[in-house]
């Protein structure tokens, strides 16, 4: 059993990302309350540093970035709205259907709000080159697979990335079934 001072350590870390002050070690050690630690627990899911922490591994399945990631690395201008709702989200304890739903189709439910088609920021999470002599074309399709692909890793579980080039024996989707997703 760990020490009340280990405890909400882990605890703090584990819901926020960060350590708890002294006045929180100190003020849970001292509350020998039964329900000592749901308060703190309960405190911390309302912390906006919650939907901050948790929002990190999200953003690191979407592929985010704040700049295109290419050659010049230019800035994305709007990108952090994305990222804002997504911490919102989290935050809001946003029911998963809808959290699903507003990130894939946002921009396309009937009379979408901002916060809809900000959502949709989801699928502009690609690597990007805007450098003069690119071939759009070429970098359209590079960005339209990427999405199928993360679509595949983060709703699917699956790495469907290896069926843009052939059929795999061990992922379950064909190379068809690829390209039906990419379109």
Known sequence: E??????????????????????????????????????VVDRLLASPHYGERWARPWLDLAHYADSDGYLTDQKRRFAWRYRHWLVDALNRDLPFDQFTINQLAGDLLPEATLNQKIA????????????????????????????????????????????????????????????????
């Open 2 to 39: 760990a020490s009340r001072e280990t405890l909400i350590r882990r605890v703090t870390l584990d819901l926020t990302g960060l350590p708890p002050t002294a006045a929180e070690v100190t003020a849970f050690i001292n509350d020998r309350g039964a329900d000592a630690y749901e308060k």
């Open 120 to 183: 949709t920021g989801f699928l502009r999470q690609t690597l990007s080159n805007r450098e003069g002599g690119a071939d759009l074309e070429e970098y359209r399709v590079l960005q339209v697979k990427d999405r199928a692909s993360t679509f595949g890793v983060v709703w699917l579980g699956l790495t469907v990335g290896c069926a843009q080039c052939h059929d795999h024996k061990v992922v379950p989707i064909t190379q068809q079934e690829f390209y039906e997703l990419y379109a």
